[in-house]
């Protein structure tokens, strides 16, 4: 079982950044598909970004394009774990939410339309724009 912990999130004033980190249990030559979701009371959760870290493709919802950024670090030790970014730039109201980290076994998460049935999932960690 995979354990995802998020953090980052905090309150911030519209036009500010963030950078959200999800660090991941699991070894860093794992090949997943990993993403960030995002989920306000009362509305469906929203897949935002994702990244397969077999070859790196990386994929935006078009509500977020230009301004968010995944990333993701393997570490450079032999019994390192995969960490999960995403930077936040020019944050607006609207970015208020809880903000996901998810995690699905190979590739296809990545490939198909972008949903939140990801086998794996963080607690959560809140962005606050005012």
């Known amino acids: 079982h995979v354990q995802l912990v998020e953090s980052g999130g905090g309150s911030v004033q519209a036009g500010g950044s963030l950078r959200l980190s999800c660090a991941s249990s699991?070894?860093?030559?794992?090949?997943?598909?990993m993403g960030w979701f995002r989920q306000i009371p009362g509305k469906e959760r929203e897949g935002v970004a994702r990244?397969?870290?077999?070859?790196?493709?990386?994929?935006?919802?078009?509500?977020v394009k230009g301004r968010f950024t995944i990333s993701l670090d393997t570490g450079s030790q032999d019994n390192s774990r995969n960490t999960l970014y995403l930077q936040i730039h020019n944050l607006q109201p609207e970015d208020t939410a809880m903000y996901y980290c998810?995690?699905?076994?190979?590739?296809?998460?990545?490939?198909?339309?972008?949903?939140?049935?990801?086998?794996?999932w963080g607690q959560g960690t809140q962005v606050t724009v005012s």
């Open positions: 699991e070894p860093a030559f794992s090949r997943r598909c």
């Open positions: 990244l397969y870290t077999g070859d790196g493709t990386i994929d935006y919802a078009d509500s």
């Open positions: 998810a995690a699905d076994p190979g590739w296809y998460a990545c490939r198909r339309t972008f949903k939140a049935d990801f086998a794996n």
